[in-house]
């Protein structure tokens, strides 16, 4: 079948024709997203977890769906939801993160059946939309069907994932039957590898917020230019075979070709071959999608990038100069060079697997772009003047810790953006993802490491760890600790064994409670802010960078024992979460505890029908807030207070008492004031007021 695999050009056509092809673009990705699952011999087997870091397959069926529902409930083009728990449980873990949730006792997954309804259901809101949605032509990230091609990229990027995550399961639980075309080109010979001259020039990578061509993730956009001297790079990606010699040189059992976390991941797993191979009686054979061949030694390997580099530092033995990984600059020259994007390649789907290195040659190059993506030497940063999409904040940012890698180029089942120059995909190192390497010759500078604070050292997370962890400022105290302390007395008579600090931020607070609660969970929308109080239990100490004047900044060195939290850090857990729509398991709370939180939600009057019942008979639910409403962070439609209605003010407080009186007591509203530091000689004073309500029996 051929699929129509190139991005959606925003600046072209009128907005009738835009919204057909949106529509035909939107069917086609989602019905192939199910179609990977007919692989599936048994609907039941979609529970099965290929990968025991990773969710079971349901989860993953679902989550494209939700993803929908979520970001166009947060971007307020629709307030009613398909099904409140299926957004919940299928909303976040997508990648290994250390704070997701993998324990499979919290979930109690829907069937299939019932997964394909809400599925359905998904489907024609989203068509309704494309229907009707108001926009216009360009689109650009400001517009509402920005956000429908979000979710549609966002699922082109789950067909290759789950396609990963199918070739990971055992494949018993797989029909052998060929629903998508194979290439058969396979052979016992390999083209033998040899460096090829890259001629020097500049890389330019530009694109605009509010006119690009196609739609981009938010590490796109912006300028970055660099210039690039002459190099050489191998002709082909690395094949099976050239692998291969690496293996049967004992290329595994040499500890001194891999990295310090190379190693770690090879004690780990004792691995002595890429993954997708398999030894049986001295042969080789190479597992597919949903079929096992013999080892074709002409087609690329797929490896992770520890296995890359240590290739990189082998090969440079034998050829006695130093060969490795390109630059992500370097392969974006080789790309201009070659001129890639035009040229024919093993992408789109055409086959459902790779095809041999020397099939689809480009210039004096073969595969610079698609059959697998290729690994870089580089970590994943920010260009200048990156900033995050308001609906999808956390895209990128949870990648900048130098754990992540670079891949460039596409692979054979890449659609849409991920097929485009421009794209920037970065992935744990140990991951797999359809993804080979070649290497290249060359002494161009290149990025090897980002920083150790990666997130600390942005503007805003900078801020909030001043704010949290700083000094006290025009003798106003710390307003995380000082919040709680406020709270103590309140808290005589209550009891003490779980609490929930529900938008934690960077985490101070939650540290802070588990002086006094057993158990506190923190959680936040942004995996950023909690990234903060994931690092300060792990590590010894954490360094930001907060701005004095200008481009000039301080930088401070914080850790929990500098507080007297270093005792009581293992009570506290950190997870991403939204709190208009929270999984149902965090629930019979003693306190919850929400600061300046609800001035920030999409949809804070959700957050006030749900919060209250998970909070136990007797316990507390504390808000605090300056009430500081702006359409930035809330629709108006959607504030609490601090407006006008039938010629009568409306305040916040007065709606929290309207909502929580008939349950809740009302004990106390305190002053507790703040501020943030924005710079050595600008501050930001402000006064927010503590709520604490007592919840009836």
Known sequence: MNYNWKA???????????????????????????????????KDYIYEQPNKLRHPLIFYYGHTATFFMN?????????????????????????????????????????????????????????????????????????????????????????????????????????????????????????????VKVEAGEVILEKDHNKPEFYGWDNEFSFHKAKIKEFEASKYLVSNGEFLEFVKEGGYNKLHYFSKDGLKWLDFTQTKMPTFWIKEDDKYYLREINRVVPLPLNYPVDINVYEAEAFCKYKSEKLGFEVRLPSEDEFYRLNDYVKAQDCNANIGLKYFNQTPVDKYKMGDFYDVIGNVWQWSITPTYPFDGFQTHPVYDDFTTPTFDDRHALIKGGSFISLGNETLRSARYAFRKHFFQHAGFRYVKSDNEYRTKLNDNVYETDEQISQYCEFHYGEENFCVKNFPKTSVEVLKPYLEGIKKEKALDLGCSVGRSSFELAKVFDEVLGIDFSANFISVGIKLKKYDSLTYKVATEGELYE???????????????????????????????????DLIFCSNLIDRLYYPQKFLDDVPNRVNDDGLLVILSPYTWLEAYTPKQNWLGGYVKDNKEVKTLDTLKSNLEDRFELLDTIDVPFVIKETARKHQYTISQMSIWKKSK
């Not at 309804?117 to 920005?146: G, H, Q």
């Not at 270093?566 to 019979?588: H, P, W």
């Open 8 to 42: 959606i050009n925003l600046n072209t056509g009128t907005v009738e024709e835009k919204r057909e092809e949106i529509k035909n673009y939107f069917l086609q990705m989602y019905e192939l997203d199910e179609k990977l699952f007919d692989l599936l011999k048994e």
């Open 71 to 195: 970001k166009l409930n947060m971007s307020n083009i629709t307030t009613k939801r398909v099904n409140k728990t299926y957004e919940s449980i299928f909303a976040i873990g997508v990648d290994e993160m250390s704070w997701d949730d993998l324990n499979s006792e919290n979930y109690t997954w829907p069937t299939f059946e019932e997964t394909k309804a809400y599925r359905d259901e998904v489907k024609n809101l989203v068509l309704k939309l494309i229907d009707t949605i108001e926009f216009t032509i360009p689109i650009n990230w400001n517009s509402p069907m920005w956000v429908i091609l979000m979710g549609i990229e966002h699922e082109n990027i789950h067909i290759e994932t789950s396609s990963v995550l199918l070739r990971e399961l055992d494949i018993k639980f797989l029909i052998d039957e060929e629903i998508f075309e194979y290439n058969n080109e396979r052979s016992e010979n390999y083209p033998q590898n040899e460096l």
């Open 555 to 589: 930088e401070k060195t914080v850790a929990l024992k500098d507080f007297g939290l270093e005792e009581i850090k293992e009570r506290v857990t950190f997870m991403q979460g939204d709190a208009c729509n929270l999984k149902d398991m965090y629930s019979g709370y």
